[in-house]
């Protein structure tokens, strides 16, 4: 079914604002129309900060059919420069940004695309994952099946140009709910607002474990629908922690490709101590592929995009071999592993940081790792742990008891060659690496 701005409910924000943004949305479609033709050839970029006009600018570019290009409000100049050799957008929402380029990319037959930023940061290459309304509506609808058939509500905190936020709203749209806004730490006054009962909420690892270590975690918190946790891998004691609370998780798995989610586990397995990633979706199919000695992830979902910007489009039929791999329990959960991509080859051994990390965080004296590897002369890569500490010891006390902890769980060529104290770890509002910071830590370290 394609996209009509008339199927949207007028009370879609859930709090006073519904009227504001049907209000942006007469005011952006007239600015739309002005430059139509323009931008069915150059497209529509939408960076907005403001959660309202981005979905006023959104729900307005899709109505006209033309081709969106999501971006990042808060990338740098190096984003930028590259962001300016492959588009040059006839409508910009949310910055004061121009281009003197007037460049045609889209043919006739990108109108409706949907370009999500993926992957890139920093001096890492930008990459756009292509949907269209039929892949995100897919995603919205096996979701809606998991959920039971109802309409879909949440409280949103994550990024709207990232895909854990903007199917927040795709799902309000396609399902007849509503959305609301909030930031991390006022959750506790938008759930006021609402029956939480009947909202879902979506976080990242990161954003759980603050609110759970600042003691955020309010009373009605586990009233919620569902808390969809995804988009990074979660440790055992941030799991067990938010079980003790009795928070209604629903460990997931997903990617931009996929629209997000396409596995879930339900809340009653979590909250009975079982933690995966669930079960695939209605409309979603994962097989396992040996390569290289991983058992890959091969996905089939209705959901999935249409190829790369600038890539040659694949046939989605065909499916897609993620970097993920894991295995199946014998009832048909589903155990993420780690992904190919991020093994650390140290003096000639692959090492998996997932599981120096989890040892880490099983040591009792640090509240959360993430172990990287830093180019070595000696040793190729070698291992860098960046911490947050618990307690009050001292550095070298601290190094000393957490060595002669991995000493006793691991090979000693698994064992980091330095490590780096911080107050919080480098990772994005979405869950992903923040590679710009990290690659600032690592240049402080010395290591042979």
Wanted: aromatic share 8%; hydrophobic share 40%; net charge negative.
């Amino acid at each position: 079914m394609s996209f009509k701005l008339e199927q949207i409910r007028r009370d879609l924000i859930a709090n006073a604002k519904s009227s504001e943004l049907w209000d942006l949305v007469d005011v952006y479609g007239k600015q739309l129309d002005i430059k139509l033709n323009e931008a069915m050839a150059q497209g529509v970029l939408i960076a907005e900060k403001d959660p309202l006009k981005f979905v006023a600018s959104l729900i307005t570019s899709m109505d006209r059919n033309v081709p969106i290009i999501l971006g990042n409000h808060q990338w740098g100049e190096s984003e930028w420069v590259l962001f300016d050799q492959l588009f040059s957008p006839a409508v910009i929402f949310g910055l004061q940004k121009s281009t003197d380029r007037n460049q045609p990319v889209f043919k006739e037959k990108d109108q409706g695309s949907i370009l999500i930023p993926t992957g890139g940061t920093s001096s890492d290459a930008l990459r756009f994952a292509i949907h269209r309304w039929e892949s995100l509506e897919a995603q919205s609808l096996m979701v809606q099946t998991f959920l039971g058939d109802k309409a879909i509500n949440s409280i949103c905190c994550l990024p709207l140009f990232h895909v854990s936020g903007l199917m927040q709203v795709i799902r309000a749209i396609a399902s007849n709910g509503q959305i609301l806004f909030s930031q991390l730490n006022e959750l506790e006054s938008a759930s006021k607002l609402l029956a939480v009962e009947d909202f879902c909420l979506s976080l990242v690892p990161t954003q759980l474990s603050r609110l759970i270590s600042k003691g955020f975690i309010f009373e009605k918190m586990d009233k919620f629908k569902a808390i969809f946790l995804g988009g990074a891998p979660t440790s055992d004691s941030l799991l067990k922690k938010a079980k003790d609370y009795s928070l209604p998780i629903v460990m997931s798995y997903g990617m931009t490709e996929t629209a997000g989610m396409i596995c879930a586990q339900s809340k009653e397995s979590f909250l009975a101590g079982n933690f995966s990633s669930g079960k695939p979706l209605f409309g979603a199919e994962i097989k396992l592929n040996t390569r290289e000695g991983f058992n890959i992830l091969h996905v089939h979902s209705k959901s999935l995009f249409y190829g790369y910007w600038g890539s040659q489009l694949f046939e989605r039929g065909e499916g897609l071999s993620s970097n993920d791999y894991g295995h199946f329990l014998e009832d048909g959960q589903l155990i993420i592993e780690g992904r190919t991509d991020n093994w650390i080859i140290s003096g000639g051994e692959k090492i998996n940081p997932k599981e120096v990390e989890e040892n880490l965080n099983a040591s009792g004296y640090i509240e959360s790792a993430l172990v990287i590897g830093k180019d070595s002369k000696e040793w190729g890569q070698a291992l860098v742990g960046i911490l947050v500490p618990k307690g009050d010891l001292t550095d070298k006390v601290l190094v000393d008891n957490l060595n002669d902890y991995l000493k006793q769980n691991l090979a000693n060529h698994k064992l980091p060659k330095a490590y780096l104290f911080v107050e919080e770890l480098p990772i994005l509002e979405n869950g992903k690496r923040d590679n710009g910071q990290i690659g600032k830590l690592l240049y402080s370290v010395t290591v042979d």
